[in-house]
């Protein structure tokens, strides 16, 4: 796990994203640690009680739907008893790809917090922005870089020593 630097801020609201973001990338790491994308997400309800939580599965679950978002929101739903997820919050390492995106939309989330863009397949803000545009039904508050570089590094790191492995 990246080192993760002392809050910044002494905001409680600001306090509350970086607890919950921490969470997420000790959740990515144990992807990272399992062979999968180190990705890890949290879902805590209007009170900030912890929902789920979900980290990368794909590889483990040979299924391609298994992004951390999709298992918490799997799991979110199941102790909710509904897929209505407009009192909730999603914290994830990375920002969501258009399949999380979408699943977020369709699930009402209330508000989204990721970590860091992702340049090459982000759907929020980066490459597309899919819950500001025409075909969304829904529109969430989204937060982005929150304890940024932590996340950014993780998975930096992770696709380094990967390279480095299939290198030698």
């Excluded at 979408?102 to 992702?118: E, H, K, P, S």
Aim: hydrophobic share 40%; glycine share 8%; proline share 7%.
């Amino acid at each position: 796990m990246p080192p993760i630097p002392s809050p910044l801020l002494d905001h409680p609201e600001y306090l509350e994203h970086y607890r919950w973001m921490t969470r997420a990338i000790a959740l990515a790491a144990a992807a990272g640690a399992a062979g999968e994308v180190p990705v890890g997400a949290v879902i805590v309800n209007a009170s900030g009680e912890l929902i789920a939580e979900g980290e990368n599965r794909r590889e483990r679950d040979h299924d391609p739907t298994a992004h951390a978002e999709i298992v918490a929101l799997r799991q979110a739903g199941r102790v909710l008893q509904t897929w209505h997820l407009e009192p909730c919050t999603l914290y994830v390492t990375l920002e969501p790809c258009p399949m999380c995106s979408g699943a977020l939309i369709q699930a009402r989330l209330g508000r989204l917090v990721y970590g860091t863009d992702d340049y090459k397949a982000g759907a929020i803000r980066t490459v597309a922005n899919l819950p500001d545009s025409a075909c969304s039904n829904h529109h969430l508050q989204v937060i982005g870089g929150i304890l940024e570089t932590p996340c950014r590094q993780q998975l930096q790191e992770w696709f380094s020593q990967r390279r480095a492995r299939k290198s030698s």
